[in-house]
């Protein structure tokens, strides 16, 4: 099984940016199709962006949709989260994702992966 650990959350301003970092170790982590989640309090884990294991199909929510970007660096294995202008709503607790996957398919359901990171906060004030 792969273990992820994320980094670079942190406090960002309104229409600011900042950069997630996920990186993996264990097994192969081409063989993974990786994801973002997040989880503000109160609130149920959320899908945020999703990326194949070769990095050529990804997949975004709407409430990031153009803001957001997802990439991975298979020889480094890890995978990264561009945020950008960034809104009081995107506040929440950031979460990778992993599940095995030999395809092209991208994966937008908490059930449909098999490793987590512990998450990284991200706060974003007015």
């Known amino acids: 099984q792969v273990q992820l650990v994320e980094s670079g959350g942190g406090l960002g301003q309104a229409g600011g940016s900042l950069k997630l970092s996920c990186a993996a170790s264990?097994?192969?982590?081409?063989?993974?199709?990786m994801g973002w989640f997040r989880q503000a309090p109160g609130k149920e884990r959320e899908f945020v962006a999703a990326?194949?294991?070769?990095?050529?199909?990804?997949y975004f929510a709407d409430s990031v949709k153009g803001r957001f970007t997802i990439s991975r660096d298979n020889a480094k294995n890890t995978m990264l989260l561009q945020m950008n202008s960034l809104k009081p709503e995107d506040t929440a607790v950031y979460y990778c994702a992993a599940t095995y996957s030999s395809g092209t398919y991208v994966y937008t359901e908490v059930y449909e992966y098999t490793a987590w990171g512990q998450g990284t906060q991200v706060t974003v004030s007015l």
């Open positions: 264990g097994r192969t982590f081409s063989s993974y199709a």
């Open positions: 990326i194949s294991w070769s990095g050529g199909n990804t």
